[in-house]
């Protein structure tokens, strides 16, 4: 059985390092790019408000159903009846599918960024890649009370680093930034809403991670009061964050010059400090893509194992360790396949795949989720979102134009959860006839 032993620091602590990853550091200036114009912060807010506004909805299914695999459980609840079992197998297997390719993302992030220490040919930073997953995975190989303990460490080293960048950019400002249009009327044109669609979908994968607090639910302490509270802390925090670095260094590399640069921090700590110091914030910037490949592989292991324990997957996945009491071959699967994954993609391709693969199955069937749980659950909750629904109607408003705008990777998503719906009809009659799970997860 899972024991509930992550406090609320430790809990916000693996969202924080969860959501800044490899991933602001190298998508900036991406964003920029796409942008085009000094405008580019406004995906970053677009991207700050997806989060909060989906944030309550993690919150209040977090703080109702605080088991492990978060929402494996939700859709579980929410599609009750005759195809009750195929919403929540889908998201197992788009997980089993996704949640490798952002270890890999965040591996495949660290490689590139390496360069700037050591300069690296494509087999290298390849190999680079491959040992940092083995590495995340072996420090992940044991019980949950440790590993809160080390979470708590690597979120030091995040924090730290972000706020030096802020603070150098603060004091050593050279270029003035403005992010307000010249006319308020340009934040409406058709033209504008559709480059900052393409510039949310880097944004908004900068943020995911607010919610892995949900997939430790059956792990978390006090978890109706920790959970929101830590969803809401971490979004808050890293989007303050986020927000300042961008400032801070647009501040000192003009926004013309930023948009070029394959190593933005390094070259922004270079102008300030110069060169040894830019190697600090290189090592620190690895510091913080290693947090994050942490904390990803963490939560996204205890996701096979829920439906596994609950006969809705395959049944190896609902192994624990014998002494150490983890789901040892849900994490061995996920750092396996993300290592795989490591070899073979691009950073490019894998960020847009991802959140098209999640948007559909996970973010808006989740929402729709949540009406039909307050419809028919008649107990009282133990958090409620502030103006229901108007944030359930906002959160699949914002990700559905998200998702259209991941262009050919929308119809990858979609051909992903039709060949988890064949694979489902195929084995179900399979899972439903297996014999009882013991019970693997509490839900006090």
Known sequence: ML????????????????????????????????????????????????????????????????????????????????????????????????????????????????????????????????????????????????????????WLGVIITLLWIIIGGFTHRQVPYSFLPAQASQLFTPAFLTVLGHGAVKTVYSYLGYYNVCHLGGEINRPEKNIPRSIFISVAGIAFLYLCMNVSIVSVIPWQEAQHSKFIVSLFVEKIYGHRAAQVATALVLWIAFSSLFAVMLGYSRVPYAAAADNNFFPLFAKLHPRKEFPYVSLLFMGGFGFIFSLLFKLSDVISAILAMRILVQFIAQAVGVVLLRRRRTSSLPFKMWLYPLPVIVSVVIWTYIFFSTGIYALWGCGIAAAGAAVYFLIKDRLTSMKPAPPAQNAE
């Open 3 to 154: 024991k509930r032993e992550i406090s609320l620091l430790q809990a916000s602590a693996i969202n924080m390092i969860d959501m800044v990853g490899i991933g602001p550091f190298v998508v900036m200036p991406l964003v920029i790019s796409m942008m085009g114009s000094n405008l580019f912060l406004w995906a970053w807010i677009l991207g700050a408000f997806t989060a909060f506004v989906d944030g309550m909805i993690w919150s209040e299914l977090g703080a109702a159903y605080p088991l492990a695999g978060g929402s494996y459980n939700f859709l579980k609840q929410a599609y009750s009846g005759k195809w009750g079992g195929l919403m929540p197998f889908l998201f197992v297997w788009q997980t089993c599918i996704q949640a490798p390719l952002v270890v890999a993302s965040g591996a495949i992030g660290f490689a590139q960024y390496f360069n700037y220490l050591m300069p690296l040919g494509e087999v290298q930073q390849k190999i680079v890649s491959g040992v940092v997953v083995v590495l995340v995975t072996a420090l992940l190989y044991r019980n949950i009370k440790t590993i809160g303990k080390i979470s708590v460490f690597l």
